[in-house]
């Protein structure tokens, strides 16, 4: 059975300021009926923001929300949302509770994050491409999501530095799925080692670090 919109969400009474034209009493601990997010989120990269919905701060994600009514837009923190405003699935159905929701807000968390990585390590591979024709191959992006063999991504790092490139290991991943890029890893110099670090997943940094005396 559902239950009745408008009485959904926590029933414990949280103590959350009132937004500018917001009675305390409407936002106070029941879902925000009239509120929608936007799909409009930030990643502030600090923590430097602050909810505008309850005043927390700092927070580091920002989502932004709409009251359907008024028009008015405010950027809040994942609390809130997860609390107190309503959000759907791509069928129009209402994710409920807390951790359900908290879900929802994670993988749009991770997705961005990716989505960042991809287009700075882009840049990076478009930049090399200008100026070192071994990066003219669409195959550099194309296995980007993949991972790239330890020679692969050394190649990159040599070619940025060569070029005058910024290069960031973290934005790119080595695949240590196979056998022989374990290997190529185990056989990088100390310096190679410490350019590439970034890119290894965290699970096999511990194995690698004892290795390199690190
Ligand atoms: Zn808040």
Known sequence: MRGTPGTQGPTKRTPVRAA?????????????????????YADLIESAGRCELCGHQP???????????????????????????????????EIRGDRRKGAVLDRIV????????Q???FEILDNLSRVDPRFQDW?????????????????????????????NSSDFRINT??????????ELLDWQYRQLRGA????????YDQIFGI
Not at 21 to 31: A, D, F, K
Not at 110 to 117: G, L, Y
Not at 177 to 186: A, E, N, P, Y
């Open 59 to 93: 927070i580091r994600y920002k989502f932004e929300i709409e009251n359907q009514k008024t028009k008015k837009h405010l950027w809040v923190g994942s609390e809130c949302i997860k609390k107190f405003v309503p959000i759907f699935d791509e069928r129009g159905v």
């Open 110 to 117: 991770a997705n961005s994050r990716t989505m960042a990585r």
């Open 139 to 167: 195959t550099w992006k194309g296995n980007w999501k993949h991972g790239f063999s330890a020679r692969q991504l050394q190649l990159v790092a040599v070619s940025c530095k060569v070029n005058g490139i910024p290069f």
């Open 20 to 40: 500018d034209g917001e009675s305390t009493s409407t936002i106070s601990g029941r879902v925000l009926r009239d509120w929608r997010w936007t799909h409009g």
């Open 200 to 207: 290894l997943p965290a699970q096999r940094i511990e194995e």
């Open 177 to 186: 799925r196979k056998g022989w890029v374990r290997q190529q890893v185990r």
């Open 119 to 121: 287009d700075r390590a």
